[in-house]
């Protein structure tokens, strides 16, 4: 923003956008770690059907959303325009992510899974709220 333009105030809708995909980064950071360790049991492997490759895989993937959805949070309470986007982007990869561990974990990873869900429901929510499209639309 440059000195000429008005300053616009940040809705607290957005900010707690940029909480939740906090949140989000944690739990697809506690996913991600979860997998990542649980490759190496037979049992896990034996029960999910799925080979040890395709954990790690997961695994890192869960990670690497992790650190986006942090890149993205900073930046949407920097006002960044870019960031409304890409967080819609987040969100529906939280949603398939979560479901994907709804139908392959069991325990404390499914509940993960579950609240995954219901963060990028929340963050969809408040992205499309009157006062944030209001306020990406200045930017």
Do not use: C, K, Y
Not at 12 to 21: D, F, H, K, N, S
Not at 36 to 45: E, I, T
Not at 112 to 123: D, E, H, Q, R, Y
Not at 125 to 137: H, N, P, Q, W
């Amino acid at each position: 923003m440059t000195s000429a333009e008005p300053s616009v105030r940040r809705p607290a809708g957005v900010t707690l956008i940029a909480v939740l995909l906090v949140v989000a980064a944690v739990l697809a950071a506690m996913i991600g770690l979860g997998v990542l360790l649980a490759r190496g049991d037979a049992a896990f492997l034996r029960q999910s059907q799925l080979a040890a490759g395709v954990w790690l895989a997961v695994g890192l993937a869960a990670l690497l959303l992790a650190a986006v959805d942090l890149l993205v949070a900073r930046a949407l309470l920097r006002g960044r325009g870019w960031a409304r986007g890409a967080s819609v982007v987040l969100a529906l990869l939280h949603l398939v992510g979560g479901g994907f561990g709804m139908l392959t974990f069991g325990g404390n990873l499914q509940w993960s899974s579950l609240l995954t869900i219901a963060v990028a429901i929340m963050v969809l929510g408040l992205l499309f709220s009157t006062r944030a499209e209001a306020f990406f639309a200045r930017r």
